[in-house]
């Protein structure tokens, strides 16, 4: 079974440009995420969606940040315009549960590691 | 204030040997309790899930206090492969998971 594919692996862009990152989830996962760890920090929690609505985007930075799953498939993350500190390696993740309970787990992606000049 | 705090390490450690380590957090309500492991320049994986009555998977034994509000590892007779860092996270709700910044192991022959 495929795990969880993110494309690109690496980005490189200038600052003001824009990106856009692509999560595949395992097939059947109804709830995907998207986390984020920039340099020297924790692994942050962006947004997570339920299908293709939106359960919570407490974590999204800024409106620079639209993420969107159409159909309930797979999952964008645009950066428009970048910045310096956007920089860091995006994480997706699915998970069949809706509730990750102590016998439940996230499935992450390798991620996208984002590099803004 | 961080979520999940824990020492960052690195823990140098003798193959076969024993090492424990672990990481308060602040939210009381969170719900539940994992050890993810991160490989360098990989993505984190499930370790263990963490029960408050304690839970043993092979060579690793997780601990949760809630009281105290901190969760600990302990890998016995380690291995070169158990080399990573380890990552304490809390599901607060609905899989917003907060990470915390891990705990680097290094097992030297």
């Known amino acids: 079974e495929a795990g969880v594919t993110q494309f690109p692996s690496h980005s490189v862009i200038e600052k003001g440009q824009t990106v856009t990152l692509r999560c595949d989830p395992i097939s059947g996962h109804d709830n995907l995420y998207w986390y984020r760890r920039v340099m020297g920090k924790e692994i942050k929690f962006l947004l997570h969606?339920?299908?293709?609505?939106?359960?919570?985007e407490s974590g999204m930075p800024n409106n620079r940040f639209l993420a969107e799953r159409t159909g309930g498939t797979y999952s964008t993350l645009k950066v428009q315009p970048a910045e310096l500190e956007d920089s860091g390696v995006y994480f997706c993740?699915?998970?069949?549960?809706?509730?990750?309970?102590?016998?439940?787990?996230?499935?992450f992606g390798e991620g996208s590691r984002l590099t803004v000049l | 204030r961080k979520e999940v705090e824990q020492d960052p390490g690195p823990f140098n450690v003798p193959e076969g040997a024993t090492v424990a380590f672990n990481c308060t957090y602040s939210n009381s309500a969170s719900q539940s309790f994992f050890w993810y492991r991160q490989d360098c320049r990989k993505e984190p994986k499930l370790l263990m899930s963490?029960?408050?009555s304690g839970n043993e998977d092979g060579r690793f034994t997780a601990q949760l206090n809630r009281a105290s509000q901190y969760i600990s590892l302990l890998i016995r007779d380690s291995k070169l492969s158990d080399s990573a860092t380890y990552l304490c996270?809390?599901?607060?709700?609905?899989?917003?998971?907060?990470f915390g910044a891990g705990t680097q192991v290094v097992v030297t022959p």
């Open positions: 969606f339920v299908k293709e609505s939106k359960q919570d």
């Open positions: 996270v809390v599901n607060d709700s609905w899989g917003k998971l907060q």
């Open positions: 993740a699915s998970s069949h549960l809706a509730e990750p309970s102590a016998a439940g787990e996230l499935f």
């Open positions: 963490v029960y408050s």
